[in-house]
């Protein structure tokens, strides 16, 4: 069964400080690997998107790196800022028909000041 | 400005009362999708549609019915709503002709079923 699992569940941090948020998983076969912010009570928005032959990509103060091998990536935030407290979704896609996609638990992130 | 709208953002509603939600998107884009996000348990999809008139189910969809009559319309319809259908539901939808395209989603649709 197709499964992704993120760690940790939850992270406090202060303001300014780094952080890496975890995502394994076994989904197969393997498309593509999608990061996505998400605020309480509001929708997912994506973050980065990587296939099988890209290793890392970033947006702004967001860096995912993807290992295909190990089946295991990861999210850096760097210098982090309130308006990063949200929920870091990865998201994993199967290459079928439907390109179905399997979501992570999330990651839930406070930034304190 | 790219959009997915979901309507309505709330609602509270009695066991067995048919209901809507509509989910309608301005980018043309052939596949969308519906999710259930409940705690501790992630997004799961229900129904996705790869083009009009074509719907397939997801991981959850018992109790949910989906219909794609037009390309940018794709209601969820819940026949006979029960408590353990209270949940956020997003709609999604993105471009074909390429595993890595951006996935749109909706604000959600609180659903509480009393």
């Known amino acids: 069964k197709n499964q992704v699992e993120q760690s940790p569940q939850s992270l406090i941090i202060l303001e300014g400080k780094n952080c890496t948020l975890q995502?394994?998983?076994?989904?197969?076969?393997?498309?593509?690997l999608r990061w996505y912010k998400q605020d309480t009570g509001r929708g997912p928005v994506s973050l980065t998107i990587?296939?099988?032959?890209?290793n890392t990509k970033s947006n702004g103060r967001y860096t995912a790196t993807l290992d295909a091998d190990t089946k295991q990536s990861s999210l850096h935030i760097t210098a982090s800022q309130l308006s990063d407290s949200a929920s870091y979704i990865c998201?994993?896609?199967?290459?079928?028909?439907?390109?179905?996609?399997?979501f992570g638990g999330g990651t839930r992130l406070m930034v304190k000041p | 400005e790219a959009q997915v709208t979901q309507n309505p953002r709330y609602l509270i509603t009695v066991t067995g009362k048919k209901l809507t939600v509509t989910c309608s998107q301005n980018?043309?884009?052939?596949?969308m999708s519906w999710y259930r996000q409940d705690p501790g348990l992630g997004l799961r999809q229900i129904y996705y549609?790869?083009?009009?008139?074509?719907?397939d189910k997801g991981d959850v969809p018992e109790g949910y019915k989906v219909s794609r009559k037009e390309k940018r319309n794709f209601p969820l319809i819940l026949e006979s709503p029960s408590p353990n259908q209270t949940s956020l539901y997003f709609c999604?939808?993105?471009?074909?002709?390429?595993?890595?395209?951006?996935?749109?989603f909706g604000e959600g649709s609180w659903l509480t079923v009393v």
């Open positions: 999604a939808s993105r471009q074909t002709g390429g595993s890595g395209n951006t996935i749109y």
């Open positions: 995502c394994n998983y076994t989904v197969s076969p393997f498309s593509n």
């Open positions: 990587m296939t099988f032959s890209e």
């Open positions: 998201v994993v896609s199967a290459y079928n028909a439907g390109n179905m996609l399997t």
């Open positions: 980018m043309n884009h052939e596949y």
């Open positions: 549609s790869m083009n009009v008139e074509v719907t």
